[in-house]
């Protein structure tokens, strides 16, 4: 199973549409966590939002998780040791407020933990590639694992943020 989230706080329709017609074209399952989505899904099955306890699961039993560029998820999926492609929000398209999540996910490929795809045709190329037991070319990343400790400050770092 593939898991797809977008998050809580923003809806992301150009990722679950994409994921939706990815899964017609291949018959793959995908569970999505859509948020506030106004699309509809077809060929996926989702939910608007999961409490902690099934998000959690949902990460645990995917074999890869596709999401937009939320520090959140990318943190849940690093602790996991899931394999994570990531499909960041555009400001310019009018999906988030600026281009952050661009940023984050070009620091976290750098560092070699998700495979950042830019549009939905890359998405479909990162998914084939992941199914066919591709793995991408990581010899000239520095592969840095993160640590408990870091995870934890980063957690409360968000979460001090979230409160001002």
């Known amino acids: 199973?593939?898991?797809?989230?977008?998050?809580?706080?923003?809806?992301f329709d150009r990722l679950i549409q994409a994921m939706d017609q990815w899964a017609?074209?291949?018959g793959q399952e995908v569970f999505a966590q859509v948020g506030h989505s106004d699309f509809k899904p077809c060929y996926i099955q989702y939910k608007p939002f999961l409490d902690q306890a099934?998000?959690?699961q949902k990460m645990e039993?995917?074999?890869?998780?596709v999401a937009h560029a939320g520090m959140g998820t990318i943190?849940?999926?690093l602790e996991r040791g899931k394999p994570l492609v990531v499909m960041p929000r555009k400001a310019s398209l009018g999906e988030h407020r600026n281009e952050h999540q661009s940023a984050t996910a070009s620091r976290f490929a750098a560092l070699g933990h998700v495979w950042v795809v830019d549009d939905e045709q890359g998405l479909g190329e990162a998914l084939a590639f992941f199914l066919?037991?591709?793995?991408?070319?990581r010899s000239q990343?520095?592969?840095?694992?993160?640590?408990?400790?870091?995870?934890?400050a980063i957690r409360e770092?968000?979460?001090s943020v979230g409160h001002q």
């Open 1 to 11: 199973m593939i898991f797809v989230t977008v998050g809580e706080q923003l809806p």
């Open 157 to 159: 770092f968000i979460r």
């Open 61 to 65: 039993a995917a074999q890869l998780i």
């Open 132 to 137: 066919t037991g591709g793995e991408p070319d």
């Open 141 to 152: 990343i520095t592969r840095i694992e993160p640590s408990a400790e870091l995870i934890q």
């Open 75 to 77: 943190i849940s999926a």
């Open 54 to 56: 099934e998000f959690g």
């Open 24 to 26: 017609q074209r291949t």
